[in-house]
């Protein structure tokens, strides 16, 4: 037996793996909403605004050297709003 994962896109394939499983063909797992599935694509496409907007800062940057050598971070002057 394998378990497949598949997007049912149109409403009368959906009907038709329903009457797959009402004769014992296959056994629908779980059914994921359309919310989690809008969910899903729009964090793909967050995902690969997020590489592109790297990918962009990266070849702007590349060329630049910060030396932090002697940097010594100071946790005190960090914390310390007031001035």
Do not use: C, G, H, W
């Amino acid at each position: 037996m394998e378990t497949v994962v598949i997007q049912v896109n149109n409403n009368l394939a959906f009907k038709f793996f329903k009457n797959l499983e009402a004769l014992n063909v296959i056994k629908v797992l779980q059914k994921t909403p359309e919310m989690q599935l809008e969910t899903s694509e729009r964090a793909k496409k967050d995902n690969y605004l997020k590489n592109n907007r790297l990918t962009r800062i990266k070849s702007i940057t590349k060329n630049i050297n910060v030396d932090l050598t002697n940097y010594r971070f100071n946790r005190e002057e960090a914390n310390n709003y007031d001035e």
